[in-house]
């Protein structure tokens, strides 16, 4: 019985995808994915161009849309896109998104 157990929790430890909080990203590359989004967004100001300025974005409560600003709500506004942003979801790679939300949390 013991052993079934084990199986079973490898299987699903295994199958399952990882936590959005577990996923770790480099924060450099995620300066190079960046360069995608700086032709709408300032990085260093809250300046708005034609998006918000991102700066402290990850100190301020809430994003544009109330949400509260955490991992899981900026990977939906990326994916999702919306008021004149693309959707990413097709566009960048569950790496290079990892990346950009690290880099986003240095600003």
Do not use: W
């Amino acid at each position: 019985m013991r052993h079934l157990y084990l199986i079973t929790s490898l299987i699903c430890a295994t199958l399952a995808p990882p936590a959005l909080s577990q996923t770790k990203g480099d924060a450099q590359a995620g300066k190079d994915v960046f360069e995608q989004c700086a032709v709408c967004h300032n990085a260093d100001s809250t300046v708005k161009k034609i998006g918000p300025g991102l700066k402290g974005l990850y100190k301020q409560k809430k994003l544009s849309d109330g949400k509260a600003v955490n991992d899981a709500n900026v990977t939906i506004k990326l994916n999702e896109g919306g008021k004149g942003m693309p959707p990413y979801k097709d566009i960048l790679s569950d790496e290079e998104r990892a990346n950009l939300i690290a880099y986003l949390k240095t600003l």
